[in-house]
């Protein structure tokens, strides 16, 4: 059986994810032929870290050599996991050299770009995937096939709440996203997972988009306002750092992938992973209010906000024949690091047994609530759908009745929500889907 053959373009943190999966628990079946950066420490650290795994070193391109590699590898497909302004880029070149596509999300952050995947999609009949995982975590499958049902009946009415806490929530804001020039803001780069799961769960497009939104905690013009006087640029050395909770704090002995990623490439680019959240230079949003109007009418209220005291999220599904309740309180986490980030309070008050929240509740009209069981696993990240998603990429898809796989429709249609919120946060004017690319 031949191999299928992948090349991956972009090494932070997220390759991680398929880097791994290919070097060990898909190896039968798939093969890492190449890598592909900007930054050559990176990629050496993830060679090292594959020759741990028991797998050859790879070859290592740089970034302006992307066509050479494609011409020298051949691969089957190029998974993009690189910063987000560059996704269309490596998609549309990879399609055009005959490469099938897997991108990590969000597939880009504007609507020109999304306009060039759209044409190139379907100039070279090329597939694309987008790496939504969050759809593939047993409680969201639960969730579709509650809805697909009928139990709740025609969807009138949707409130979805997003919380990042003060660890992951602000991670945002020491890294290249806080740039909205690379990320798109948590608009697109964030809420692309849960916008993509509203027009998931549902099966309907997004029409119509009003937002709000607001730096208003991050950043140093807040802190100034909250009466903090100590500032320094990045945790590092910084002995003011040493005393800030929202400081990234890396141990050399334990955290080995913030150090390979990082601290031992910033030689190279000048990339400083541990910025302080409260300084200069932030342009994206921490509080966000959106109102969607999908084309079967359907109305959705969406909240997100980045420095909430615990993580997870709650949806309401308000339906012609009752409400269902969806409640999460996730592990909170800080992307390369040892450390556990779980915090006390809200997630430990719901994680003992005896007091845990309902995930899952459906309350018909006229009778009591019902909760709803689903099996949980504890394999893999997000609820377990990262195991999932590798096993439909990796895998493949024997049959797929709730529609897990993402294309490039599906990548579209998420984004372009946050990408109609973003500009509907600057005109203060709600934005039409429609008008902002063409299918």
């Known amino acids: 059986?031949?191999?299928?053959?992948?090349?991956?373009?972009?090494?932070?943190?997220?390759?991680?994810?398929?880097?791994?999966?290919?070097?060990?628990?898909?190896?039968?079946?798939?093969?890492?032929?190449?890598?592909?950066?900007?930054?050559?420490s990176r990629m050496d650290y993830y060679n090292s870290r594959i020759q741990n795994a028991g797998h050859a070193r790879v070859p290592t391109y740089d970034a302006s050599d992307f066509d050479r590699m494609i011409a020298g590898q051949k691969p089957d497909?190029?998974?993009?996991s690189s910063i987000d302004r560059t996704h269309h880029k490596y998609i549309c070149r990879a399609m055009e050299l005959g490469c099938d596509v897997i991108s990590e999300k969000p597939m880009t952050i504007d609507e020109e770009k999304c306009q060039q995947i759209i044409d190139t999609a379907k100039r070279t009949g090329k597939n694309l995937r987008v790496t939504f995982n969050y759809r593939y975590s047993p409680r969201?499958?639960?969730?579709?096939?509650?809805?697909?049902?009928?139990?709740?009946?025609?969807?009138?009415?949707i409130h979805f709440e997003w919380l990042l806490d003060t660890?992951?929530?602000a991670d945002y804001f020491r890294r290249w996203h806080r740039d909205k020039r690379n990320s798109g803001g948590l608009m697109v780069h964030k809420a692309t997972h849960h916008f993509d799961l509203a027009n998931w769960w549902i099966n309907d497009w997004p029409e119509t988009v009003f937002a709000m939104g607001d730096l208003m905690f991050y950043g140093k013009e807040n802190a100034e306002k909250r009466g903090i006087r100590n500032f320094y640029t990045r945790a590092r050395g910084s002995e003011v750092a040493a005393k800030d909770p929202f400081a990234l704090k890396v141990d050399p002995e334990k955290d080995l992938t913030l150090m390979g990623l990082y601290y031992n490439a910033e030689h190279e680019d000048q990339y400083y992973r541990d910025q302080s959240v409260f300084g200069d230079g932030i342009s994206i949003e921490d509080n966000m209010g959106v109102m969607v109007r999908y084309r079967n009418k359907t109305?959705?209220?969406?909240?997100?906000?980045?420095?909430?005291?615990?993580?997870?999220?709650?949806?309401?599904?308000?339906?012609?024949?009752?409400?269902?309740?969806?409640?999460?309180?996730?592990?909170?986490?800080?992307?390369?690091?040892?450390?556990d980030f779980n915090q006390p309070g809200m997630r430990e008050l719901y994680n003992e047994e005896e007091n845990r929240m309902p995930?899952?509740?459906?309350?018909?009209?006229?009778?009591?609530?019902?909760?709803?069981?689903?099996?949980?696993?504890?394999?893999?990240?997000?609820?377990?759908?990262?195991?999932?998603?590798?096993d439909h990429i990796f895998m493949g898809a024997k049959d797929d009745p709730l529609g897990h796989a993402a294309d490039y429709v599906d990548g579209a249609k998420s984004i372009l929500i946050g990408i109609a919120a973003n500009k509907s946060m600057k005109t203060g004017l709600p934005v039409d889907i429609a008008s902002l690319v063409k299918f």
């Open 140 to 157: 969201a499958t639960k969730v579709k096939e509650i809805l697909k049902s009928g139990i709740a009946g025609h969807i009138n009415s």
């Open 77 to 80: 497909f190029v998974i993009v």
């Open 299 to 339: 109305i959705m209220t969406y909240n997100l906000n980045a420095h909430s005291p615990w993580e997870g999220f709650r949806v309401m599904f308000n339906g012609t024949r009752g409400r269902l309740e969806f409640n999460v309180v996730e592990s909170s986490y800080v992307s390369g690091s040892h450390e």
């Open 167 to 169: 660890s992951h929530g």
């Open 359 to 390: 995930e899952i509740t459906f309350q018909p009209h006229w009778e009591k609530a019902k909760v709803i069981e689903y099996k949980e696993t504890n394999k893999g990240g997000h609820g377990g759908g990262d195991t999932r998603l590798l």
């Open 1 to 40: 059986m031949d191999k299928k053959t992948y090349v991956v373009v972009g090494t932070g943190g997220r390759s991680a994810m398929f880097i791994d999966a290919l070097v060990k628990e898909y190896k039968e079946e798939n093969e890492l032929k190449a890598l592909c950066d900007t930054n050559h």
